[in-house]
């Protein structure tokens, strides 16, 4: 049994004498030390930043560092983060804001500041990117990293690197996070969220069968609440009740996704750690202070929305193929739909459009607690918007847009806007 100190990084091959107490460290004492058979073995890591946002305004003001903190909109909005002091009372993301401060009301609620979040989070990647350049990012505070082969170039193994960048991101950055070590990436994630926070939870090839084997069917990726209740139905709860099946019989039954299953249920993943993942869609939401059913109230928000995300589409150089309309009842029922445009688009007026075609098709006198819009089936911005014959005034409306884009680019946001942004 390989042993690694996470405090002096120590990796030894020492076997503590009595097997019910915690090892420590033989060289600084730490009782910080993980052991795994295969540690020296493993290289393909997730690392997930704990309680991302709550640890940044705990860094970035002390006096909260014994209080529970909530990291979310007002009374009508839904909990972004929450420390693990506040998830003690049973507080979690995307729990609606009441219901958090009834579980927890002496919490003290900060409204999210997205851009410090995506600052801090751009410092943490790059220390993730001092290790190794497989670098593949999940959200603001997560990533894949490949580390294969760098043993001799950091002068250890991937484990002990591993132990070094989460010490640097806690020491020069102010935030903790946990490290999950596997020769997969479905494991590493799996991994990641055995030992939180501060954690370090090793999967090895030998021991996957067995341990996926007693786990519940949704530790598999991609299978959520929906498809759960189908393989239910099925019979299948544990992921051991899908080993008797062959692949084809799993395909034939679930398409493409059974594929999926057969093999992760074996603890086979060959994805590789990719650095340059695809964006998959760009979106934008609200929440509302009160229930809206008026179609000219719901209408009326999406505006902004379609700005935002127009914005974000022109500054990544991307065009939207799709459209979705994304509607939440008063029942928290959420309800979408979406439409396919004729070329991708990255005016904020096409997507403005689209949406209140989709909108019509919904506002029935239903009360809606939250609107959203977003687009996907992205494509490079250079083939946004094309010329049309069928819609010659498009043109025209390009040209208006990014003339108002110009100034804005010069004078701010807020130095031009169009009369339905009005009150």
């Given at each position: 049994?390989?042993?690694?100190?996470?405090?002096?990084?120590?990796?030894?091959?020492?076997?503590?004498?009595?097997?019910?107490?915690?090892?420590?460290?033989?060289?600084?004492?730490?009782p910080?030390?993980?052991?795994?058979?295969?540690?020296?073995?493993?290289?393909?890591?997730?690392?997930?930043?704990?309680?991302?946002?709550?640890?940044?305004?705990?860094?970035?003001?002390?006096?909260?560092?014994?209080?529970?903190?909530?990291?979310?909109?007002?009374?009508?909005?839904?909990?972004?983060?929450?420390?693990?002091?506040?998830?003690?009372?049973?507080?979690?993301?995307?729990?609606?804001?009441?219901?958090?401060?009834?579980?927890?009301?002496?919490?003290?609620?900060?409204?999210?500041?997205?851009?410090?979040?995506?600052?801090?989070?751009?410092?943490?990647?790059?220390?993730?990117?001092?290790?190794?350049?497989?670098?593949?990012?999940?959200?603001?505070?997560?990533?894949?990293?490949?580390?294969?082969?760098?043993?001799?170039?950091?002068?250890?193994?991937?484990?002990?690197?591993?132990?070094?960048?989460?010490?640097?991101?806690?020491?020069?950055?102010?935030?903790?996070?946990?490290?999950?070590?596997?020769?997969?990436?479905?494991?590493?994630?799996?991994?990641?969220?055995?030992?939180?926070?501060?954690?370090?939870a090793?999967?090895?090839?030998?021991?996957?069968?067995?341990?996926?084997?007693?786990?519940?069917?949704n530790?598999?990726?991609?299978?959520?609440?929906?498809?759960?209740?189908?393989?239910?139905?099925?019979?299948?709860?544990?992921?051991?009740?899908?080993?008797?099946?062959?692949?084809?019989?799993?395909?034939?039954?679930?398409?493409?996704?059974?594929?999926?299953?057969?093999?992760?249920?074996?603890?086979?993943?060959?994805?590789?750690v990719?650095?340059?993942?695809?964006?998959?869609?760009?979106?934008?939401?609200?929440?509302?202070?009160?229930?809206?059913?008026?179609?000219?109230?719901?209408?009326?928000?999406?505006?902004?929305?379609?700005?935002?995300?127009?914005?974000?589409?022109?500054?990544?150089?991307?065009?939207?193929?799709?459209?979705?309309?994304?509607?939440?009842?008063?029942?928290?029922?959420q309800?979408?739909?979406?439409?396919?445009?004729?070329?991708?688009?990255?005016?904020?007026?096409?997507?403005?459009?689209?949406?209140?075609?989709?909108?019509?098709?919904?506002?029935?006198?239903?009360?809606?607690?939250?609107?959203?819009?977003g687009?996907?089936?992205?494509?490079?911005?250079?083939?946004?918007?094309?010329?049309?014959?069928?819609?010659?005034?498009?043109?025209?409306v390009?040209?208006?847009?990014?003339?108002?884009?110009?100034?804005?680019?010069?004078?701010?946001?807020?130095?031009?806007?169009?009369?339905?942004?009005l009150?």
């Amino acid at each position: 049994m390989t042993s690694l100190c996470r405090d002096c990084f120590l990796v030894s091959e020492e076997t503590p004498v009595d097997p019910r107490r915690h090892a420590r460290c033989s060289a600084c004492g730490s009782p910080r030390v993980v052991s795994h058979s295969e540690l020296e073995g493993l290289s393909i890591a997730h690392i997930d930043c704990d309680a991302f946002y709550a640890s940044v305004e705990k860094r970035d003001n002390p006096d909260l560092q014994d209080k529970p903190v909530i990291v979310g909109g007002g009374h009508r909005g839904v909990v972004s983060a929450a420390c693990y002091l506040a998830r003690m009372y049973g507080v979690g993301s995307a729990m609606p804001m009441f219901k958090a401060l009834k579980a927890c009301p002496n919490a003290v609620v900060i409204k999210p500041d997205m851009a410090k979040y995506s600052s801090v989070g751009r410092e943490v990647r790059a220390l993730m990117e001092a290790v190794t350049p497989l670098v593949e990012p999940i959200s603001i505070d997560e990533a894949f990293l490949d580390l294969t082969g760098t043993t001799q170039l950091h002068g250890g193994c991937p484990a002990r690197t591993l132990a070094q960048l989460v010490k640097r991101i806690e020491t020069e950055i102010g935030v903790t996070a946990s490290v999950g070590l596997s020769y997969s990436k479905f494991l590493a994630k799996i991994a990641s969220d055995l030992d939180k926070p501060r954690g370090f939870a090793m999967i090895g090839e030998a021991e996957a069968p067995a341990f996926l084997a007693e786990k519940p069917i949704n530790i598999i990726w991609g299978v959520g609440k929906a498809f759960r209740k189908q393989l239910i139905n099925d019979g299948i709860r544990q992921v051991r009740d899908l080993l008797p099946y062959d692949e084809p019989q799993l395909v034939d039954r679930y398409g493409r996704i059974g594929s999926r299953l057969y093999y992760f249920a074996r603890g086979i993943d060959d994805r590789k750690v990719e650095p340059h993942s695809v964006m998959k869609s760009i979106s934008a939401e609200t929440t509302f202070n009160e229930d809206i059913k008026d179609p000219a109230r719901l209408e009326k928000q999406l505006w902004s929305l379609c700005e935002k995300v127009s914005k974000r589409l022109k500054a990544k150089s991307l065009a939207g193929g799709n459209i979705t309309l994304k509607l939440k009842t008063s029942e928290f029922k959420q309800i979408t739909r979406s439409r396919t445009l004729e070329n991708p688009t990255q005016l904020s007026e096409v997507i403005y459009q689209e949406s209140r075609r989709l909108l019509k098709t919904v506002a029935d006198g239903r009360r809606f607690r939250l609107i959203g819009v977003g687009t996907s089936d992205l494509k490079d911005g250079e083939t946004a918007d094309p010329p049309s014959l069928l819609v010659p005034e498009l043109a025209q409306v390009a040209k208006v847009e990014r003339a108002i884009d110009a100034v804005r680019q010069k004078l701010g946001d807020d130095a031009i806007k169009k009369g339905r942004s009005l009150k």
